[in-house]
């Protein structure tokens, strides 16, 4: 499987999805963040966009987000409860495995996700991670959680001009949890998470402190 075309397949969908403003629905508005849904291209559901200021330089925003083992991602995020590196690619390129809880009450049971994940940066400064859902030889279904799809999604922690301490954060969600969930529950589900993913990066920002 030829992972680094893969997952430059997803940046150029993403890089699109950042530019085309047509056809997006709010469907959630906080101080933090305003989540835009579509339906999505790639499978029968929705794809979600959430936009927002967050106080802090991409790079420290970047430090709190980037997919890495023992990051601070699994500290603040609450829908992230394990990040496992299953091979690097090269140094931008890598395929991973993420593991959630259960969510919705106990609706939505443990999931894990196998995807090819790359860091991409662009000459405005913008930092970006792009991924999609992959098979693996070494991550095979596992007991105890429903193998979730995810289709191409990342976040663009991208500068505001004059403003070197502030990033604008967008994000780009469209998961297939897999199983058998009602569409009510997926539909609910992704806007309030996303707010929470917004509000939880916020404050896990403002408490970074760099090494």
Not at 17 to 38: H, I, L, P, Q
Not at 82 to 93: H, T, Y
Not at 120 to 148: F, L, M, W
Not at 184 to 198: A, G, L, N
Request: proline share 8%; with cysteine.
């Amino acid at each position: 499987m030829d992972y680094r075309h893969i997952a430059n397949t997803v940046a150029d969908n993403l890089l699109s999805y950042s530019k085309d403003e047509s056809g997006w629905k709010m469907c959630k508005k906080t101080n933090e963040v305003a989540v835009f849904w579509r339906p999505s291209s790639e499978f029968p559901g929705n794809l979600y966009k959430g936009e927002g200021i967050i106080n802090g330089s991409p790079e420290k925003v970047w430090a709190c987000l980037k997919p890495v083992p023992d990051g601070l991602r699994v500290k603040w995020d609450n829908n992230v409860k394990k990040f496992e590196l299953i091979q690097s690619i090269d140094d931008e390129v890598s395929v991973c495995r993420t593991v959630t809880p259960s969510a919705a009450m106990g609706i939505i049971s443990p999931r894990d996700f196998v995807d090819v994940v790359l860091v991409k940066r662009y000459e405005d400064g913008t930092i970006t991670s792009n991924a999609t859902n992959v098979s693996h030889p070494g991550c095979s279904p596992q007991p105890g959680y429903v193998r979730g799809f995810n289709h191409p999604c990342g976040c663009f922690c991208v500068p505001i001009p004059g403003e070197p301490s502030k990033t604008q954060l967008f994000s780009f969600f469209q998961t297939d949890l897999g199983g058998y969930l009602p569409r009510s529950v997926v539909d609910s589900f992704f806007p309030s998470s996303m707010t929470d993913f917004y509000n939880n990066l916020t404050k896990a920002v403002k408490s970074f402190k760099e090494n």
